[in-house]
Structures are given as structure tokens and as C-alpha cells.
């Protein structure tokens, strides 16, 4: 049995140690918000936050992310996830969906630590969250509103 705090929330995981956090998220937990992409941490779909940090959860082992705190997009609040998924709404970013939900992830992660970002940022930060449908400028777009939206309040 592996404890986690996932969401601010104590939970057990029946699962062998090296089970990539992924699979513990949605089939063992049933935290389905967190998607399934390439499984080799090349889409960044199932980006979730490790202490703050983007992170691909195909490729974590829950072995070692025992005393951290696990934020999926079930859990992401606060101001800065309140401004991102107005901003996204705001810009009509999801056209799919699919990928939403890493990408608001390594979003968070990037105003957290990078209050205004520029383009160069915006663009580094989210390499890793593949598209498909190809919304890159209107995310860039989003991110840009929710900084402002941060900085006026």
C-alpha cells in the first residue's frame, strides 16, 4: 500500500510501487481527469504537478512520489487556476479537449513561477504539451490574459 496526498487529500494506492502515478490516478483511484496520451511522456496530456512542478504522470512511479503533494486538475484552485480556465474560456481555447488538462497543468505551473511570461516562456514552458488540434497561439493568448488578469488584482 502507497500513501499519497493527492489534492490535499490522504490517499491509499493498492498498487505495485513502480506503477506509473497515471495508471494509479485513473484506474485505481477513478481521478479520470488526468489523460492518457503517448505513455512515454512525449504529449504531456497526463501532466499533472509534483510540488509545484509539471510532470508527466506516465512516467512517475508512486514509489517515489510518497511525502509529495500531487495536484491533478481535480484539484487545481486558487487564482491562478481560476484565471487560467477563464482565460481559456475567454479565448475558446479547447476545441477537442483532449489535451486540456495537461496543458492548464504546465500552465499553472509556468504562472506560478513565472508571473508575466513572454512569448519565449509561454512557448518553452509548454514544449512539452502537444496539441493536435493545434491551438498553440490561442493558448499563448490565454496564458497572456490570466498573467494580466493575476496583475490587476
Known amino acids: 500500500m502507497i500513501e499519497l496526498n493527492i489534492n490535499g487529500t490522504a490517499r491509499s494506492v493498492d498498487a505495485d510501487p513502480s506503477t506509473p502515478l497515471l495508471w494509479a490516478l485513473r484506474d485505481t483511484l477513478k481521478m479520470t481527469g488526468t489523460k492518457f496520451g503517448c505513455g512515454i511522456a512525449q504529449c504531456g ?5 509534483v510540488d509545484g512542478m509539471a510532470v508527466r504522470s ?6 517515489g512520489l510518497v511525502g509529495s503533494e500531487i495536484t491533478t486538475i481535480e484539484g487545481a484552485s486558487g487564482p491562478v487556476a481560476e484565471a487560467l480556465h477563464a482565460a481559456w474560456i475567454e479565448h475558446q481555447v479547447p476545441q477537442c479537449g ?8 504546465s500552465a499553472t505551473a509556468l504562472l506560478t513561477d513565472t508571473p508575466t511570461p513572454t512569448d519565449a516562456d509561454i512557448d518553452a514552458a509548454m514544449s512539452g504539451n502537444i496539441c493536435r488540434c493545434a491551438t498553440y497561439m490561442r493558448i499563448r493568448a490565454a496564458i497572456h490574459a490570466a498573467s494580466e488578469k493575476l496583475g490587476a488584482a
Open 98 to 105: 483532449y489535451c486540456q488538462s495537461g496543458q492548464l497543468m
Open 45 to 49: 496530456a497526463c501532466t499533472v504537478l
Open 58 to 63: 506516465c512516467q512517475q512511479p508512486i514509489e
